[in-house]
């Protein structure tokens, strides 16, 4: 699953309210995923990540549910606050291979 | 977590010239790194996958001749953009993992414009 060329969907959000940031990968092979959050000017930070033999993650104030039926990815970020605002992308890899695959990407801007 | 440091953070080149991007795992050693580029409002796209002691592996339509990776090191990974042009202008990221299959850690990045 390569990422493509789009250019970024945006969510806005309430500062308080929850947040819920979805992702369709492609590769029906990717056993392993990864959220990362992206600010302006930076690299990637890791967020949460899941493997396939499971269906949901929770971290804090972060979950993220994984459908393989659908190839489906989500987010969901408690609580927003201001510093949540950034762009996150999820990322599948395949055991075989190594290399992790981004999706295009969400850009959430939390309004105070 | 893990660090992987890029240097330079920003260059400008002139049209014509190469430029060297490095890529350093700080406190493990990455037998394999990866090579991402990032235009403005855009997703990663996967370039190129770095090996240690071994030829790097292209992304379908990456330009191997261009874009010149070495990893000569198990802390060190390089990329050289050849004959630079303005369309090259774009944010170079590499990544590492520890482990196969587990997390992997991004650089800050390189912002790289050619004029």
């Known amino acids: 699953g390569e990422s493509v060329g789009l250019h970024l969907p945006t969510l806005s959000v309430q500062e308080g309210d929850n947040s819920i940031i979805n992702c369709a990968y492609s590769?029906?092979?990717?056993?392993?995923f990864i959220w990362y959050k992206q600010e302006s000017g930076k690299g990637p930070q890791f967020i949460i990540d899941?493997?396939?033999?499971?269906d949901k993650r929770q971290g804090q104030r972060v979950t993220v549910l994984l459908n393989k039926t659908v190839k489906h990815l989500s987010l969901q970020i408690a609580a927003t606050q201001p510093g949540d605002s950034a762009v996150y992308f999820c990322?599948?890899?395949?055991?075989?291979?190594?290399?992790?695959?981004f999706g295009t990407g969400t850009s959430l801007t939390v309004i105070p | 977590g893990a660090v992987v440091s890029q240097h330079p953070s920003r260059v400008i080149c002139k049209s014509g010239t190469s430029v060297k991007i490095e890529c350093r795992s700080l406190?493990?050693?990455?037998?394999?790194m990866f090579w991402y580029r990032q235009f403005p409002k855009q997703s990663l796209m996967l370039m190129a996958t770095?090996?240690?002691?071994?030829?790097?592996?292209?992304e379908q339509g990456v330009e191997k001749d261009k874009f010149l990776i070495n990893h000569a090191s198990l802390t060190l990974s390089t990329l050289t953009v050849t004959s630079a042009h303005p369309e090259d202008s774009s944010f170079y990221i590499c990544?590492?993992?520890?482990?196969?299959?587990?997390?992997?850690?991004f650089g800050q990045g390189t912002r790289l414009t050619v004029v």
């Open positions: 899941i493997r396939s033999n499971m």
């Open positions: 990544s590492a993992f520890t482990r196969p299959n587990t997390e992997a850690f």
């Open positions: 590769n029906s092979a990717s056993d392993y």
């Open positions: 990322a599948e890899n395949i055991n075989t291979g190594n290399q992790f695959y």
């Open positions: 406190d493990f050693q990455a037998t394999t």
């Open positions: 770095s090996n240690e002691g071994s030829k790097a592996t292209y």
